[in-house]
T-cell receptor, first 113, second 113 residues
Framework: AQSVSQHNHHVILSEAASLELGCNYS??????LFWYVQYPGQHLQLLLK??????LVKGIKGFEAEFIKSKFSFNLRKPSVQWSDTAEYFC???????????FGKGTTLSVSS | DVKVTQSSRYLVKRTGEKVFLECVQD?????MFWYRQDPGLGLRLIYF???????EKGDIPEGYSVSREKKERFSLILESASTNQTSMYLC????????????FGPGTRLTVT
């Protein structure tokens, strides 16, 4: 069965620090990969997605993620975080378009100003 | 923009009550999903539907049922609410097309006392 592992439960950073959130998945075939974000009091929204092509994908608000197939990883990065990036971040995967997503347990990011 | 709406943001019910959570999407999406979100557990799939009157069990269907009589509406039913069903419930929809993206509603925070 597919599973998604997020390495960090809670990350605390100061503004302007660089961010990298780890995500690994277990599935041997072709996958679609996603990062979702949930800001306090708001609904889940898509940050970025990878289906095929360039393994470095760019999303909204300066986020990017790199798909490394050999490592089954899809880590999220941002060179300089802002206080407004405080949120919960979820990595997700599915093996077939239109099917349900398998989510990681989430990483809470707290950014202090 | 895709809009997914859920009937209530907050709901308080008593143990043993029958509870209906409603979800409506306005983009003619074929696929609809119900997840529950719990701290430290991420999002877990309860049920999904890929067409009217069709449904599939997710990872944690016990204690729940669903109904999809119209394409735009997907209902989650708690037949006899229990305290361990206190959670945030998220509805999502997607089209089986090129984007594969799931769009989420704002969630219903259900408390069972």
């Amino acid at each position: 069965a597919q599973s998604v592992s997020q390495h960090n439960h809670h990350v605390i950073l100061s503004e302007a620090a660089s961010l990298e959130l780890g995500c690994n998945y277990s599935y041997g075939g072709t996958v679609n990969l996603f990062w979702y974000v949930q800001y306090p009091g708001q609904h889940l929204q898509l940050l970025l997605k990878y289906f095929s092509g360039d393994p470095l994908v760019k999303g909204i608000k300066g986020f990017e993620a790199e798909f490394i197939k050999s490592k089954f990883s899809f880590n999220l990065r941002k060179p300089s975080v802002q206080w407004s990036d405080t949120a919960e971040y979820f990595c997700a995967v599915n093996a077939k378009a239109g099917t349900a997503l398998i989510f990681g347990k989430g990483t809470t990011l707290s950014v202090s100003s | 923009d895709v809009k997914v709406t859920q009937s209530s943001r907050y709901l308080v019910k008593r143990t043993g009550e029958k509870v209906f959570l409603e979800c409506v999407q306005d983009m003619d999406h074929e696929n609809m999903f119900w997840y529950r979100q719990d701290p430290g557990l991420g999002l877990r799939l309860i049920y999904f539907s890929y067409d009217v009157k069709m449904k599939e069990k997710g990872d944690i269907p016990e204690g729940y049922s669903v109904s999809r009589e119209k394409k735009e509406r997907f209902s989650l039913i708690l037949e006899s609410a229990s305290t361990n069903q206190t959670s945030m419930y998220l509805c999502a929809s997607s089209a089986p097309g090129q984007t594969y993206e799931q769009y989420f509603g704002p969630g219903t925070r259900l408390t069972v006392t």
